[in-house]
T-cell receptor, first 114, second 112 residues
Framework: EADIYQTPRYLVIGTGKKITLECSQT?????MYWYQQDPGMELHLIHYSYGVNSTEKGDLSSESTVSRIRTEHFPLTLESARPSHTSQYLCASSVDRAYNEKLFFGSGTQLSVL | GNSVTQMEGPVTLSEEAFLTINCTYTATGYPSLFWYVQYPGEGLQLLLKATKADDKGSNKGFEATYRKETTSFHLEKGSVQVSDSAVYFC???????????FGAGTRLFVKA
């Protein structure tokens, strides 16, 4: 099974706080992703990385930032959280094989900004 | 551009009923096709996949056949269980980029 971990599972914070959502994988995957999942369930890609020191913005504009200093670690940071950031955030990783990309997902972080 | 369209939910069935969730796609080239499932409170996990035309993916009683002529990848199960209640996502990848494209998801409720 997937060895990809997200912490915390749930986070409730006040507006203006800085937060970091953690994501780690032990599979040695080069590619990692952050998705935002809205209440209607649709997934929106907000960031991705092809490897160490590689980060790209996804299809949905996001005020968050990411870093990839180590292969196994892909944290997401919000410098100043707002109620509009309330959402489920899912981290995923994959082996770098084009045309047959199976994604492994973490359990997600449910963020609520008051 | 590339896209995935799946039937809107929620779909509500009684236990042991037959399930079909429709999925069609638009893509250039020869994508791989996937069904992912998301159980309550969890992330997505791969349910099944097919990598070329006429391939059939199957897992846990679910099946889907890659139909290039109709650009479809419909998910079916002959007899659903309460434990199948979840959100199902159709997806494709490998169409000239490395990012997977997901459909909007279909929520399934199975009643005992």
């Amino acid at each position: 099974e997937a060895d990809i971990y997200q912490t915390p599972r749930y986070l409730v914070i006040g507006t203006g706080k800085k937060i970091t959502l953690e994501c780690s994988q032990t599979m040695g995957h080069d590619k990692m992703y952050w998705y935002q999942q809205d209440p209607g369930m649709e997934l929106h890609l907000i960031h991705y990385s092809y490897g160490v020191n590689s980060t790209e913005k996804g299809d949905l504009s996001s005020e968050s930032t990411v870093s990839r200093i180590r292969t196994e670690h892909f944290p997401l940071t919000l410098e100043s959280a707002r109620p509009s950031h309330t959402s489920q955030y899912l981290c995923a990783s994959s082996v770098d094989r084009a045309y047959n990309e199976k994604l492994f997902f973490g359990s997600g972080t449910q963020l609520s900004v008051l | 551009g590339n896209s995935v369209t799946q039937m809107e939910g929620p779909v509500t069935l009684s236990e042991e009923a037959f399930l079909t969730i429709n999925c069609t796609y638009t893509a250039t080239g020869y994508p791989s096709l996937f069904w992912y499932v998301q159980y309550p409170g969890e992330g997505l996990q791969l349910l099944l996949k097919a990598t070329k035309a006429d391939d059939k993916g199957s897992n846990k009683g679910f099946e889907a056949t890659y139909r290039k002529e109709t650009t479809s990848f419909h998910l079916e199960k002959g007899s659903v269980q309460v434990s199948d209640s979840a959100v199902y996502f159709c997806a494709l990848s490998g169409t000239g980029g490395f990012k997977t494209i997901f459909g909007a998801g279909t929520r399934l409720f199975v009643k005992a």
